[in-house]
């Protein structure tokens, strides 16, 4: 009987094997890959899409529509994670993918959920394709921390900018006191000395809120895009992760210094709960959220995750074209009609 049982068990998994091969091959990109916090970059002719997930997710396409599911960053947990965050067993969260000077800079985040209790991380490599001999991630371990009970801020949901003199930027954050923003050393691998701090986009925090709680104050995974005289702030407001009751959205504010004050269309100060809505929830996706915006050939993409109301809020990659209005804020004209 059990090798009946165990007989069964194994032509169930080959079956769900080929369906997960046929949805792959049929649906492609934004209907059936199933993600969480994607970033995308090119290298030559072929796009490499991280997100979170055990080791970090890795997925490559030709085409942005057809993708193959690479292995993860890392084989096993970085040991100084392990020592950092009590609980976290490998699961990573909300990666960063950046190139500068000939390197892939990787930033990824360790964390507890609903907690500060998270570091940011770095690897790096000197190429994504893994058929390369010189392919190996190095990691260098941590860049920052926050501690629950010392800091009104939580260090994960990294993004790597660079400012008009070439100096390098962390943006990141979730919850809290809201959105942060430092310089980095040289080596992009910590924060510069003297230490140089903003904050960038918040929501309203009730005061009698202790501080170890995350709050009301509903605003996360921030990205920088440089466009044309300014430097576009996309943030997230509401809620992630909660299948069909997920209300995630996308908004946006904007700076003629990277260090703001980021405003949105009506001027107001993102920093005091301000932000446009570029995209959010519709009768097929109950949320949209944790975006990066990047340019390949001259277009400019919008990539993000969103829940979808068909398959009971299952999260999903959707990358859309990004456009801009006569004053100079972008818009997702397919997302609109």
């Not at 970090?56 to 993860?72: C, G, Q």
Request: charged share 20%.
């Amino acid at each position: 009987m059990k090798k009946l049982l165990d007989k069964v068990i194994q032509i169930r998994n080959i079956i769900s094997l080929i369906l997960l091969c046929i949805t792959f091959s049929i649906f492609g990109q934004s209907i059936n890959l199933r993600v969480h916090d994607p970033v995308m970059i090119k290298q030559d002719n072929t796009y490499y899409l991280f997100c979170t997930g055990r080791g970090i997710s890795v997925f490559s396409s030709e085409n942005m529509a057809d993708w193959k599911i690479l292995n993860p960053v890392f084989d096993k947990p970085p040991q100084w994670a392990l020592n950092a965050v009590p609980g976290f067993r490998g699961h990573i969260w909300a990666p960063d993918i950046s190139y500068h000077n000939g390197k892939y800079y990787l930033y990824y985040s360790v964390s507890a959920f609903g907690k500060n209790t998270s570091c940011i991380g770095l690897a790096t490599n000197s190429t994504l394709n893994p058929g390369d001999p010189n392919f190996k991630w190095t990691d260098h371990g941590k860049v920052i921390q926050s501690v629950p009970g010392r800091d009104l801020w939580n260090a994960i949901d990294p993004n790597l900018a660079f400012d008009e003199t070439g100096t390098g930027w962390l943006v990141f954050g979730s919850f809290w006191k809201g959105i942060k923003l430092f310089k980095l050393n040289e080596e992009l691998n910590a924060p510069s000395e003297p230490q140089e701090w903003y904050t960038v986009s918040s929501r309203p925090r009730d005061y009698y809120t202790d501080e170890q709680n995350a709050g009301e104050g509903a605003v996360e995974a921030p990205f920088i895009f440089k466009k044309n005289n300014y430097y576009y702030l996309f943030v997230s407001f509401d809620f992630c992760c909660r299948g069909l009751e997920s209300n995630y959205k996308i908004v946006v504010g904007r700076s003629e210094k990277i260090t703001g004050p980021y405003l949105d269309k009506e001027g107001r100060n993102m920093v005091l709960g301000g932000g446009s809505i570029v995209m959010e929830g519709n009768k097929n996706w109950t949320g949209v959220g944790h975006n990066a915006v990047y340019t390949f050939d001259g277009i400019d993409w919008l990539i993000c995750h969103g829940y979808d109301a068909s398959e009971n809020g299952m999260s999903k990659l959707i990358i859309m074209k990004m456009e801009w209005d006569e004053k100079g804020w972008p818009i997702i004209p397919e997302w609109q009609e």
